[in-house]
């Protein structure tokens, strides 16, 4: 039992590390992307739909290294179900759960009060990405009926992607495209009080003070020095340093010292976007390394799980990896209903799942072709991904979506959930 529960608790906390490394790797590209002068489209919709997606990247390529190619499927259309079903679908359901009007009440279940008059508002410039995503699962449903995703396949869904970004950057020249992370940081500072942030200090930090403590004591840190037989010490060794370096992080944004009297430096992520350039690029860089290597340890751990279990690996990646790896996208798509910004939510979750599907799929296609794509726990997530996302298209005829339709998508990642262990 308590190998069990040590690999459990280790998949935790690597998936902790993944996520928590990928929000740190998002605040400093921002930063350095500001330096820069980049657009503010590539800073806003494309940074941040590719840096929730960076877990199910990395995570996807250390399975590809490892010898598991099989768990790439599962992982990247399992996290597109858990995209849509509960980050979209408890998104919409979050318009009427976090409504609060100016004398400071909250409403619940009322349409009259709720954000957008009850329904999620779709805009023309949401139309290219719901379709571009529709068409993503449908071609790679299409792509693996033969069971196997080939460099060749690699090479189409390149090209995809790259046709996909040449067709934002004619709309975003039409139209200038706000930065989603800078409203979001700004709605922040505007109504976050110092108090909500001292308390928001102390969870983040404790919880990564706690993780820390825990990896270093029995039964964690035998199982973690097990799994360095197979991954080598430089795993362990980059794995730990990267909790580290998240605390770190962590005690900096929020440190009294690190705060200025201007009003973007209240923001935690502003504050670790704002060191100097060359400081920024190293710890870019060391952020890329501690994820590659929690992704490395997601793997193993997942493994270990899954035949302390007698459970198929498949399904594990497709159910507590994928959600795990999704969180990012689904608790920006809550704060950005909360903050509401809720006409954010569609661009972002589907950005996200436009990459995780042409650029993964080729990215570990590439590396090598991936066998069994369309068999077992794969070929479930494959068809809950297109039975999640194609009633969405029907959306783009009406403009919007109602509570029904929020409902309805999260009770079918529940019945998905439902067909993997069923």
Same mark, same amino acid.
């Given at each position: 039992?308590?190998? %069990? +529960?040590? =690999? ?18 998002? =605040? ?11 657009? =503010? ?11 929730? !997606? ?130 979001? *940081?700004?709605?922040?500072? *505007?109504?976050?009080?110092?108090? !909500? ?12 003070? %706690? ?10 840190? &035998?199982?973690?020095?097990?799994? !360095? ?20 992080? *962590? ?13 973007? !430096?209240?923001? &935690? ?26 992704? +490395? ?30 969180? &990012? ?41 991936? *066998? ?13 991904? %297109?039975?999640?996302?194609? &009633? ?22 529940? %019945? ?7």
């Amino acid at each position: 039992m308590s190998s %069990v +529960v040590a =690999d459990i608790l280790l998949l935790i906390i690597s998936i902790y590390a993944i996520v928590r490394s990928s929000d740190s790797l998002v =605040d400093l590209a921002s930063g350095l992307g500001n330096k820069a002068r980049l657009n =503010d489209y590539f800073i806003g919709s494309f940074l941040i739909g590719i840096g929730t !997606s960076l877990p199910e990247l990395f995570t996807s390529i250390a399975a590809v290294d490892s010898g598991n190619p099989t768990l790439v499927t599962p992982t990247v259309f399992g996290t597109i179900a858990a995209n849509i079903g509960a980050g979209f679908g408890l998104g919409v359901l979050a318009l009427y759960f976090f409504v609060q009007t100016g004398n400071d009440r909250f409403y619940v279940f009322t349409k009259t009060h709720a954000l957008s008059q009850g329904h999620l508002t779709f805009g023309k410039k949401n139309a290219g990405p719901v379709c571009f995503a529709a068409a993503s699962v449908l071609l790679t449903w299409l792509v693996c009926l033969d069971n196997v995703f080939s460099r060749t396949d690699a090479l189409l869904f390149f090209g995809c992607y790259a046709a996909f970004i040449f067709m934002e950057l004619r709309r975003s020249r039409r139209q200038r495209i706000s930065s989603a992370e800078s409203i979001m *940081q700004q709605s922040n500072e *505007q109504t976050v009080s110092s108090r !909500s942030r001292r308390r928001e200090a102390g969870l983040k930090i404790g919880l990564s003070a %706690v993780v820390l403590f825990l990896i270093f004591i029995p039964p964690l840190w &035998p199982t973690l020095q097990e799994m !360095s037989r197979d991954t080598g010490d430089i795993a362990r060794f980059c794995f730990i340093g990267g909790l580290v370096l998240l605390f770190i992080l *962590q005690v900096w944004s929020y440190a009294p010292w690190s705060q200025s009297r201007s009003v973007s !430096s209240n923001s &935690p992520a502003a504050r670790i976007a704002s060191v100097p350039s060359w400081i920024g690029v190293i710890l870019l860089g060391l952020s890329i390394v501690v994820l590659y290597f929690s992704g +490395v340890i997601v793997v193993h751990a997942l493994q270990a799980l899954a035949g302390d279990l007698g459970i198929a690996s498949g399904i594990l990646a497709a159910s507590a990896l994928a959600i795990g790896t999704s969180l &990012p996208d689904i608790v920006v798509a809550l704060n950005v209903v909360r903050r509401g910004r809720h006409e954010l939510l569609v661009g972002h979750i589907f950005h996200s799942n436009i990459f995780d599907v042409f650029l993964i799929m080729a990215i570990c296609g590439s590396i090598t072709p991936l *066998q069994d794509v369309a068999s077992g726990p794969a070929n479930t997530s494959i068809l809950a991904a %297109v039975a999640l996302t194609l &009633p969405l298209l029907w959306t783009l005829r009406s403009k919007r979506l109602t509570l029904f339709g929020g409902i309805g998508l999260f009770v079918g990642f529940l %019945v998905f959930l439902g067909l993997l262990y069923g």
